[in-house]
């Protein structure tokens, strides 16, 4: 039974960091794409970030570029966010998500596999 665990969520300030982890089990992710969403009050759920378990290779929305980092280790089969310079419009509830495809997809209902969320709030 496939199943993805938030962690890391939190209340910060503008300007400060967080990192996100979301543990991964019941399956083998080869050739799986690990994303991030975020779904902010009244906001559709968007894309964020995400990853190729077994390349490595990263893609991220232009709103987070050069502001946090995602990553994975294989070891402990685990997704990391690090979101640093948090801005009040990264206020959202954070979903980690699986995609059984190696091509890029931004779309969430490409994604086969949800984690329950984790809340981040950033106060100004």
């Known amino acids: 039974q496939v199943q993805l665990v938030e962690s890391g969520g939190g209340l910060v300030q503008a300007g400060d960091s967080l990192r996100l982890s979301c543990a991964a089990s019941?399956?083998?992710?080869?050739?799986?794409?690990m994303g991030w969403f975020r779904q902010a009050p009244g906001k559709e759920r968007e894309f964020v970030s995400g990853i190729k378990w077994t390349l490595g290779s990263t893609y991220y929305a232009d709103s987070v570029k050069g502001r946090f980092t995602i990553s994975r280790d294989k070891t402990k089969n685990t997704v990391y966010l690090q979101m640093n310079s948090l801005k009040p419009e990264d206020t959202a509830v954070y979903y980690c998500a699986a995609r059984g495809s190696s091509y890029w997809s931004i779309d969430a209902d490409e994604y086969s596999y949800w984690g329950q969320g984790t809340q981040a709030t950033v106060s100004s």
């Open positions: 019941g399956r083998s992710y080869s050739n799986y794409i």
